[in-house]
C-alpha cells in the first residue's frame, strides 16, 4: 500500500484545486520559506483525522479554510482527498484503491467521507487502525519531532517510544479507567455517604413502621371487636327499649284504670259525708226539740206540784203571785231585748260555723281520716282521765306508807366514826405521796416529750437529708450518663469534623491535605467559613446547594496546585474559589430598598451571613444576588417586583428560579448537616463542658451532705441515748405513782363504802320525805292535768307534721280551721248557752209569768172552776209520749250516721290503699321511663361512635361485622387493644410508606454501591491489564529499537556506535531513556555533549531505528534535515534512498541532497500572495526554485 494521490481545495493557502500524485520511492516537495510547502503535511495530517488545530499551526479548526488575499475572496469551506492504493489489500476494505476525504465548513460543520460516500470519524481512525497510518504512527515526521528528540528531557523522550510501542492508546484507556476510577470512588463515597446517611434514618423508620403497622393491625382488630360489640349492644339495647315501652304502656292502661275507679269512689264517699253532714243537722234540730220537750214536761210535772200546793195556799199567795208577775214582766221584757242580740249573734256564728265545716270537708277528703285518728286519739285521752282518778287513790296509799318507812328509819342512826376518821388521816398521806409521784411523772414526761420531738425531728431531718442523698446521688448518676452520651456524641461529631464526613471525596481529601500541610493557601469549604442563624438554615443550605462544597483558596494558582494534586494523588474532584477572581454579584440597591418594605422579606442572602472580611467577593459571588423570603408566596411576589432576575429562597427551602420556574416540596432533614455541625458540637461542647461542672458540683454536694447526714446521726443517736435514760426514770417514778395510786384508791373504795352508806341512809330518808311531797304535789297535780287534756289533743295534732310538703299545708291548714271552728263552735256552744239560757230564762219568766198568771188564775178561778189531777196527768203523760217519740227518732237517726259513716271509714281506706298503689304505678312508671332514657341515651352515644368513629350505620354493622357471643369477654378485649394501643405511644403512619421507600432507596444504592465496587474492581484490573500491556510493549519495542538503533547509528555515521539507555529499568512504565552516541573518533558521551549536527543525525537515525521497527506505507519528512551539515544531508538522503525500498517517502526539503535522491518532484511557489501554487520541476531547476 502507498499514498497514490492528493487533492485538496481551500485548505489554508491552496485557494485553487491542486493534485498531488506520488509514486513508490521518494518524492521531494521544494520551495522558498513561506510558500506553503508545509500545508501539503498538515493536508494529510488533517485528512487522516487530527483534531487539533494547534497541531494544524491555528487558533481554530476555522483558520485551515483559505483566508482570502488581496485579489481573491475567502472561501467556505476546505476540502482534502488522500488516494491510496489497496492492491495488497493492507486496509480491511475490499477496494483497490480507497479515497479519503474531509471537508470542514466554516459554519463549524465537517464532512467525512470515504470513497466519496459519507462515513464517521471513527470509520476513518478504524480505517487506518494497525495500517501504520493512525495519529500515533510515525507516518508524518516534521521538524519538531527531531528537535523534541533533541531537547526534551529523558522522561519526556520516552513518549516518543511510547509512540513507536503503540502503548499511547493503552496509556489513554488507563487514563480513561483512572477517570472512571476516580468518578467511580467519587459515586462510590458518595453512595456510601448517602448509605451511612439512610443507616441512620432505616432503623428508627423500621421500628416507626413496625410500630405503625401494628399500631393499624390493633386498629383493624379493635373495629372488628368494638364494631362487633356496639352492634351487639345497640340490638340488646333496642330489645331492653321495646320491653320497657310495653312495660310503661301497660302500667299506663293499669294507672288509668286505677285512677278512674279513685274518681268514682271519690264521688261517692263525697257523698255519704254530705248525708252525714245532714244527719248531723236533723240530729241537732231533734236534740234541740228533744230539749224543749223535756223542758215542758218538767214544766207540766212542776205545775202539778205548784197546782196541788195552790189548791192549799191560794189566799195567800195571791197577792205574792200579783207581785211576782210585776216583777217577772219586767224582767221579760229586758231578758227579750237581750234575746234578740243574741240570737243575731247565734245566727252570724251558726253561718261561719257552716262555712268552717264545708272547708273542713273539704280538707278532710284530702287528709282521709285525719279526723278520725284525732277522735280515737281523744277517746285515749278520756281513758288516761279515769286512770288518773286510779292514780290518785294510789297516790293516798303510797303516802301512808312512806310515813310508816320514816318511822322505821329512824332507829338506823348508828356508825363507825372512829375508824372513819382513821382512814381519812391515812388518805391524807397517800394524796401527798401520790402528788409528789404524779409531779416527777409529769416532769419526766415534759422531758420525755421534748427528746421525743428532738428525736423525730432528727429522724426525719436524717429521712429528709438521705433522701436529698438519694437524690443527689441519681442526680450525680444522671450526671454521669448524660456527661458520657455528650462525650459519645461530641467525640462522634468530632471524629466527623475530623474526617471531614459529608464533603465530596475531592472536597474531603484536599481539607485533609491542608491540616497536613500538603497544600497550602486553602483556607477551606465554604461551610467552615460563615455562620448565619438556626433559622436560615434550610434556606442557605439550599441557596448554596452544591456550593457549599466548595472550597475558598488564595489564588489561581493555589486552585491550580490543589487540582494538579488531585489529578497526582488520583484523589477525586473538587471546585475552588479563588479569592482574588471571584466576581461579586448584588441585588441593586433600590430593588433591596423596595423589598424591605415587604413584611415577608428577610434579606439577601450575604447579608444574613456571618464571615471574615477576607471573603467579601466570594461570599458576594455565591449570595450577593439570592433574596430570602418568609414564605413561597413572598417569593412568587418579590419574583415579580425583581423582573424574575434573581434567585429566591424561602426560609422552608423553595425556590424561585430566574425565569420564574419554582422548586420545592418535603425536605428531609440531613443528620450530617455540613451547616448544623459545628454549632451541634459546639453546643454539645458547651453541655458537655456544663454538665461536668455540675456533675463536679454534684459531687461535691454530695460529699458536703454525706458529711452533714454523718453529724446529723450521730446526734440523733446522742439524742436517743438521753431519750432512753429519761424513759428509765420515768418508768420508775410512773412505777411509784401507780402503786400508791392504787392504794389510795383501795382506802377511797373503803372510805366511799362508809360514806356511801351514812350518804345512802340521808339520802334515802331525803328522797322519802321528797317522794311524800311530791305526792302531795301529784295529788294536787292530777286535777289540774284534766284541764289539759285539751292541749294534749293538741300536742298530738303537732305528731302528724311527718306528712309530706302538701299533706303538712293542709293538715295546718285544716288545724286552723279546726282551731277557728272550735273557736266558733265555743261561740257557739257559749252563744247558744247564752241564747238558750236567755231563751230559758225568758220561757222560765214567760212560763213564770204564765205560771203566776195561770196560778192567779187558777186562784181566782178557783172558785169557778177547779182542774182536774186527771186532766193534769193526761197532759204530763201527752209530753211523755212526745218526747219517747223523739227520742226514739234520734236513736234511729244516730244509729243511721254510725252506719253512713262506717262506709266513709270504709270508703276512706279503700282510697287510701287505692292511692298508695297508684303512687307506686307512677314511681314504677318513672322508674322504666328513666331506664328507658338511659336506654335511648345509651342507644344514642353507640350509633354516634359508629358513626363518629367508624363512619358506619347499624345495619352495615350489623351485616358486615361478627357480633360477640360474650359481651363481657368483648369489652375486655377492647379495653386491652386500646392499652395495647396506647402503650405504642405517638403512631407515624407515614413510617411504613417512608421506610419502604427509604429501604427501597436502601436496596437500590446497596445494589449501585455494590456494582460501583465491582466495577472498581474491574476498573483495577483493567489498568492493571493496561500496565502490563504497556510494560511488555513498550519493553519489546525498547528492545528493538535500541538493536536498530545502533545499525542505523552506524550506517548515518560511517561507524561509531551507539545505545539506547533507561534510566529506571524496574519502572518501564515511568522510565526515562538516555540517548548515548560515539560518533567515529570521538569517545561515548550524552546526546548533549554532541555538535548540533551530530545531535540532529543522532535523532534521525533512531527516528529511522523507530520506522524500521513499526514500519509505515508512506511516511511523511518535513525538513527533518535541516539543521544537518551537507556532508550530512547527503548520508541522510542516501539513506532515505535506502529505504524507499521498503517505505515511500514524502519529503518537504529545500536541502539540495535530498532533492539529488528524490525520485519526483514538486515545487510549491507564492506569485500571488497568500495563495500557493503547486508545479513539476526538473532538477536543474531546483535550485533555482529555492532561491526564488
Known amino acids: 500500500m502507498y499514498l497514490k494521490q492528493l487533492d485538496t481545495l481551500g485548505f489554508k493557502s491552496f485557494a485553487e484545486r491542486i493534485k498531488v500524485e506520488f509514486v513508490p520511492g521518494v518524492t521531494a516537495v521544494v520551495g522558498p520559506n513561506g510558500s506553503g510547502k508545509s500545508n501539503i503535511t498538515d493536508a494529510i495530517r488533517w485528512v487522516l483525522g487530527e483534531q487539533s488545530a494547534k497541531s494544524l499551526r491555528g487558533v481554530k479548526m476555522e483558520d485551515i479554510i483559505f483566508q482570502g488575499s488581496d485579489t481573491r475572496n475567502a472561501l467556505n469551506f476546505a476540502e482534502v482527498t488522500l488516494v491510496l492504493d489497496n492492491s495488497d489489500n493492507k486496509l480491511p476494505v475490499d477496494f483497490q484503491e480507497v479515497s479519503v476525504t474531509r471537508r470542514v465548513y466554516r459554519s463549524g460543520e465537517s464532512e467525512y467521507l470515504m470513497n466519496k460516500q459519507p462515513c464517521r470519524l471513527k470509520d476513518i481512525t478504524e480505517l487506518f487502525m494497525d495500517s501504520g497510518l493512525g495519529r500515533e504512527a510515525f507516518s508524518i515526521i516534521s521538524q519538531g519531532k527531531v528537535e523534541e ?16 510501542a503503540g502503548v499511547l492508546k493503552y496509556k489513554n484507556r488507563k487514563k480513561q479507567a483512572e477517570y472512571k476510577l476516580a468518578e467511580t470512588q467519587e459515586n462510590l463515597n458518595r453512595v456510601e455517604d448517602i448509605i451511612y446517611e439512610i443507616d441512620g ?22 373495629t372488628n371487636v368494638e364494631v362487633g360489640m356496639l352492634a351487639k349492644e345497640i340490638e340488646q339495647l333496642n330489645e331492653k327499649w321495646e320491653t320497657s315501652q310495653k312495660q310503661i304502656d301497660a302500667k299506663h292502661h293499669v294507672l288509668k ?75 221579760k221584757a229586758i231578758l227579750l231585748n237581750s234575746l234578740e242580740d243574741e240570737q243575731a249573734r247565734l245566727s252570724e256564728y251558726k253561718k261561719n260555723n257552716q262555712q268552717l265545716s264545708q272547708q273542713i270537708i273539704d280538707l278532710e277528703k284530702q287528709l282521709e281520716k285525719g279526723k278520725n285518728t284525732i277522735e280515737e286519739d281523744i277517746e285515749t285521752l278520756k281513758s288516761d282521765y279515769i286512770e288518773f282518778l286510779n292514780e290518785q287513790a294510789a297516790k293516798r296509799n303510797e303516802k301512808n306508807s312512806i310515813q310508816q318507812q320514816l318511822e322505821r328509819m329512824k332507829g338506823k342512826q348508828h356508825a363507825k366514826s372512829s375508824k372513819w376518821e382513821n382512814l381519812h388521816e391515812e388518805r391524807l398521806q397517800l394524796k401527798q405521796s401520790v402528788r409528789e409521784a404524779e409531779e416527777k411523772c409529769k416532769q419526766d414526761e415534759e422531758q420525755l416529750h421534748t427528746f421525743q420531738s428532738e428525736h423525730e425531728q432528727l429522724e426525719r431531718k436524717v429521712t429528709v437529708e438521705s433522701k436529698l442523698l438519694d437524690d443527689m446521688q441519681d442526680k450525680l448518676n444522671k450526671g454521669y450518663q448524660m456527661v458520657e452520651n455528650l462525650k459519645s456524641k461530641k467525640e462522634m461529631l468530632e471524629d466527623l469534623k475530623e474526617d471531614f464526613q459529608g464533603f465530596y471525596f475531592g472536597v474531603k481529601e484536599v481539607l485533609k491535605a491542608r491540616e497536613q500541610q500538603k497544600l497550602t493557601g486553602i483556607h477551606g469549604a465554604i461551610p467552615e467559613l460563615i455562620e448565619f442563624d438556626d433559622h436560615l438554615v434550610d434556606a442557605m443550605e439550599t441557596a448554596l446547594g452544591a456550593q457549599a462544597q466548595h472550597i475558598v483558596v488564595d489564588s489561581e494558582k493555589v486552585g491550580r496546585e490543589a487540582i494538579h494534586w488531585l489529578k497526582k494523588t488520583n484523589k477525586g474532584r473538587a471546585t475552588f474559589l479563588p479569592i482574588n477572581t471571584m466576581k461579586p454579584k448584588q441585588v441593586p440597591a433600590n430593588l433591596v430598598q423596595i423589598l424591605e418594605k415587604e413584611e415577608e422579606f428577610v434579606g439577601v442572602a450575604v447579608d444574613l451571613v456571618r464571615y471574615d472580611s477576607t471573603y467579601q467577593p466570594v461570599m458576594q459571588a455565591l449570595l450577593g444576588n439570592v433574596i430570602i423570603a418568609k414564605s413561597l408566596s413572598a417569593a412568587n411576589q418579590f419574583a415579580g417586583q425583581t423582573g424574575r432576575r434573581f434567585r429566591i429562597v424561602t426560609l422552608d427551602g423553595d425556590v424561585v428560579n430566574p425565569g420564574g420556574s419554582m422548586s420545592g416540596g418535603a425536605k428531609k432533614k440531613n443528620n450530617q448537616s455540613l451547616f448544623t455541625r459545628d454549632r451541634e458540637l459546639k453546643t454539645l461542647t458547651n453541655k458537655y463542658t456544663e454538665y461536668q461542672a455540675r456533675v463536679a458540683d454534684y459531687e461535691k454536694q454530695i460529699r458536703e451532705q454525706k458529711e452533714a447526714l454523718v453529724n446529723l446521726q450521730a446526734e440523733k443517736d446522742n439524742c436517743y441515748r438521753q431519750l432512753d435514760e429519761i424513759r428509765k426514770t420515768y418508768q420508775e417514778h410512773q412505777s411509784n405513782y401507780k402503786e400508791w395510786k392504787l392504794s389510795l384508791e383501795h382506802l377511797n373504795d373503803q372510805l366511799s363504802i362508809y360514806d356511801q352508806d351514812k350518804l345512802q341512809q340521808e339520802e334515802d330518808r331525803t328522797l322519802l320525805l321528797q317522794q311524800l311531797e311530791q305526792i302531795e304535789q301529784d295529788l294536787d297535780k292530777l286535777q289540774s292535768k284534766l284541764s289539759k287534756l285539751d292541749n294534749e289533743i293538741e300536742g298530738l295534732t303537732d305528731q302528724h307534721q311527718n306528712f309530706e310538703a302538701k299533706e303538712e299545708q293542709l293538715k295546718q291548714k285544716l288545724q286552723t280551721l279546726h282551731v277557728q271552728q272550735a273557736e266558733i263552735r265555743s261561740k257557739l256552744s257559749n252563744q247558744k248557752e247564752k241564747a238558750n239560757k236567755s231563751e230559758t230564762e225568758l220561757a222560765e219568766v214567760t212560763d213564770l209569768i204564765a205560771a203566776k198568771q195561770e196560778q192567779l188564775r187558777q186562784l181566782v178561778d178557783v172558785k169557778n172552776r177547779q182542774q182536774t189531777e186527771e186532766e193534769i196527768d193526761e197532759e204530763i203523760n201527752n209530753k211523755r209520749r212526745e218526747k219517747a217519740a223523739l227520742q226514739q227518732s234520734l236513736q234511729e237517726l244516730r244509729e243511721q250516721r254510725s252506719e253512713t259513716q262506717q262506709k266513709v271509714t270504709t270508703l276512706d281506706d279503700s282510697l287510701k290503699q287505692a292511692k298508695k298503689e297508684e303512687y307506686q304505678l307512677q314511681q314504677e312508671i318513672q322508674t322504666i321511663e328513666i331506664e328507658r332514657n338511659r336506654l335511648d341515651l345509651d342507644l344514642e352515644n353507640r350509633l354516634q361512635l359508629l358513626e363518629n368513629e367508624y363512619s358506619m350505620t347499624f345495619e352495615k354493622a350489623k351485616i358486615d361485622y361478627p357480633q360477640p357471643d ?31 421507600r427509604i429501604k427501597e432507596r436502601h436496596e437500590f444504592l446497596t445494589s449501585q454501591q455494590t456494582d460501583l465496587v465491582e466495577a472498581k ?3 483495577y484490573e483493567i489498568i492493571a491489564e493496561m500496565d502490563e500491556e504497556m510494560t511488555r510493549k513498550f519493553s519489546e519495542t525498547f528492545s528493538q529499537i535500541k538493536e536498530e538503533f545502533t545499525v542505523v547509528f552506524q550506517r548515518l555515521f560511517g561507524g561509531g556506535h551507539a545505545e539506547l539507555k533507561l534510566t529506571d529499568p524496574d519502572q518501564l512504565l515511568e522510565t526515562g531513556v538516555d540517548i548515548i552516541a560515539q560518533p567515529p573518533g570521538k569517545k561515548l558521551q550524552q546526546l548533549g555533549l554532541l555538535s548540533g549536527g551530530e545531535r540532529a543525525l543522532t535523532a534521525i537515525a533512531l527516528l529511522f531505528s523507530i520506522l524500521r521497527v513499526r514500519p509505515v506505507p508512506f511516511c511523511v519528512l518535513d525538513e527533518v534535515e535541516a539543521a544537518l551539515d551537507e556532508a550530512n544531508v547527503t548520508r541522510f538522503a542516501q539513506y532515505l534512498k535506502h529505504y524507499s525500498k521498503h517505505t515511500q517517502f514524502i519529503v518537504i526539503t529545500h536541502r539540495k541532497g535530498t532533492m539529488e535522491e528524490a525520485d519526483v518532484l514538486y515545487g510549491v511557489t507564492m506569485q500571488e500572495s497568500g495563495v500557493s501554487r503547486l508545479v513539476s520541476v526538473k532538477l536543474e531547476e531546483a535550485p533555482e526554485l529555492l532561491e526564488a
Open 1017 to 1019: 474492581r474491574t476498573l
Open 149 to 164: 528528540i533533541l531537547s526534551s528531557k529523558s522522561e519526556e523522550r520516552r513518549v516518543i517510544f511510547e509512540e513507536a
Open 966 to 996: 360474650n359481651l363481657e369477654e368483648a369489652k375486655e378485649q377492647v379495653k386491652l387493644i386500646k392499652k395495647s394501643i396506647e402503650e405504642l405511644g405517638t403512631v407515624n403512619i407515614g413510617a411504613i410508606d417512608e421506610y419502604d
Open 201 to 222: 434514618q432505616l432503623e428508627p423508620l423500621e421500628q416507626q413502621a413496625s410500630i405503625a403497622k401494628e399500631y393499624l393491625a390493633q386498629k383493624e382488630r379493635l
Open 257 to 331: 284504670e286505677k285512677q278512674q275507679w279513685i274518681e268514682t269512689r271519690e264521688t261517692e264517699s263525697d257523698q255519704l259525708k254530705a248525708q252525714i253532714q245532714k244527719m248531723d243537722e236533723q240530729i241537732t234540730s231533734l236534740q234541740e226539740t228533744l230539749l224543749v220537750e223535756t223542758q215542758k214536761l218538767e214544766s207540766l210535772e212542776g205545775n202539778k206540784k205548784i197546782f196541788n200546793e195552790r189548791l192549799q195556799h191560794f189566799q195567800e199567795n195571791k197577792d205574792k203571785l200579783e207581785q211576782e208577775i210585776k216583777e217577772s214582766e219586767g224582767k
